[in-house]
Every structure is written in structure tokens, then in C-alpha cells.
């Protein structure tokens, strides 16, 4: 199983400053390529390759950094196998300290940079049969603080975003799962673990996952960082 990390160079103006979104689009847009890297984050050696590899695509650095992959595993803690436990820790905390580690002197070296670690609700709560998952959530909340701290002095801003449920290929085998053990249908299990779960009975899309990486990417939020946003349709404030 593959997984991915996004980085974004704006190769256009090298300060990086991203005059609002529609600047922001069309500065895409100028690029006119995108580079594609296949990596199995689930190896180091694989993470710095990946490394190597954005080097030499753009050797004047990585400007926004987005730490998007994930995995998951669900079982209860004392059936949970510790190969799994490692893989989870280190593909959704290790790999994203390795990334910003590789990404931050670069950024220093400009006086601006933007890093974007995708959490989950789960770092600011529990739930059944997910120890690794919440522990690796949790840990890239303060893995978030402190990289914040350590680059707020350099025009660097690092924010974490807490999705709720979202509608994507990772929740898959939990929707599976709770529809076999309830006897309910796919549809039925969602509304059971999306709607329901959620104040607003609302699941997340992910285009508003990416909306909100947008505006931690823009002007509007040059003095944010450390922060860690839910988006969680209120599950927090029950």
C-alpha cells in the first residue's frame, strides 16, 4: 500500500508571499506542471529519497509543505500487533518530522514558509480499538506546537487541521466493519458513524479539507500558527 506527502514550490516571486486565493490559483496555474513523487512512506529510506528527489526538482527549497498521508489499523489495544503500531506512529508522526525537518532550513534561509500537518478530532478526543492512530494524531498536534515554536521567529508558520469523518478511501474498512457487526447496510453504517456521530450531521468533504490548507496557506493567517483547528462538525463541544 502506497502512501503520499504534498509539498507545493510557488515558483513564482521566490518570497512565496500568496497575495490572496485568486492570486493564490493563478500562481498554480503559471506553474503549468506538477510533479508527481511515488514513495512508501512506510520506509525511512524511502522518506529521503523522496527528499533527494524534491531536491533536485527545486533546489532553492520546498514553500508550503502539506503532511497529508495517513494510515489506520483498528483493533483493541491488547490485540493490536506491534508491527502496526510502529507502522502507524511512523508513517502519521515520524515521516512528518522528517519532511518538516528536510523543509524548515530552506524555508529559514527565505523568511517564509508554510507547513500544514492534516491531524484528526481523534488528538482531541478517544474512541474504541484506534491506540496508534490516536496516540500518532495526538503526537503530530504537538509535533505542530513545537515546530511552531521553533520557526515562528523566521516568518514560518506551522498549523495542524482536526478533521472529523471525512469521505474518503481511509474510513472505508471502518464503514465495512461496523455494517457487518451491526447487520446494517454500507449506507446505513455510515449514517450510524458519519451523521450521527456529528452535532451538525454533517461528514467532511475533502475540498474542505483543502479549503482550510488554502487559508492557512494565505496572508489571512502569516500570524497563526501553532494552532490546531478542528473541523469536527461541533463533536468536540457535546
Known amino acids: 500500500m502506497l502512501r503520499y506527502c504534498y509539498g507545493f514550490k ?24 506538477v510533479h508527481y513523487i511515488q514513495c512508501d512512506l512506510r520506509e525511512s529510506n524511502n522518506v529521503l529519497n523522496l527528499c533527494n528527489q524534491a531536491d533536485q526538482l527545486f533546489p532553492e527549497g520546498i514553500d508550503i509543505l502539506v503532511n497529508n498521508a495517513g494510515i489506520q489499523h483498528v483493533a483493541p489495544v491488547d490485540e493490536m500487533p506491534l508491527e502496526k503500531w510502529n ?40 474512541h474504541y480499538n484506534k491506540a496508534p492512530y490516536i496516540s500518532s494524531k495526538t503526537g503530530l498536534v504537538g509535533l505542530t506546537r513545537a515546530v511552531a515554536m521553533d520557526t ?64 492557512l496557506c494565505s496572508p489571512d493567517a502569516d500570524n497563526m500558527t501553532g494552532t490546531a483547528v478542528p473541523m469536527d462538525g461541533a463533536m468536540t463541544v457535546q
Not at 510557488?10 to 506542471?33: D, P
Not at 530552506?106 to 523568511?111: R, T
Not at 465495512?176 to 454500507?186: D, P, R
Request: glycine share 6%; aromatic share 6%.
Open 10 to 33: 510557488i515558483t513564482r516571486k521566490r518570497q512565496g508571499r500568496l497575495a490572496g486565493y485568486s492570486e493564490h490559483a493563478s500562481r498554480f496555474k503559471a506553474v503549468g506542471k
Open 87 to 126: 507502522e502507524l506512529i511512523h508513517v502519521n508522526l515520524t515521516v512528518p518530522f522528517m519532511l518538516s525537518k528536510h523543509v524548515i532550513p530552506s524555508m529559514k534561509k527565505k523568511g517564509w514558509g508554510k507547513i500544514v500537518n492534516v491531524s484528526s478530532v481523534m488528538a482531541m478526543m478517544a
Open 152 to 215: 515562528a521567529a523566521f516568518g514560518i508558520t506551522c498549523n495542524a487541521i482536526c478533521p472529523a469523518w471525512t469521505d474518503t478511501p481511509l474510513v472505508a474498512p471502518q464503514v465495512k466493519m461496523h455494517a457487518e457487526k451491526t447487520k446494517k447496510s454500507i449506507e446505513e453504517a455510515k449514517k450510524d458513524l458519519f451523521t450521527n456521530a456529528t452535532p451538525t450531521r454533517k461528514i467532511n468533504d475533502p475540498s474542505q479539507i483543502a479549503g482550510m490548507v488554502l487559508f
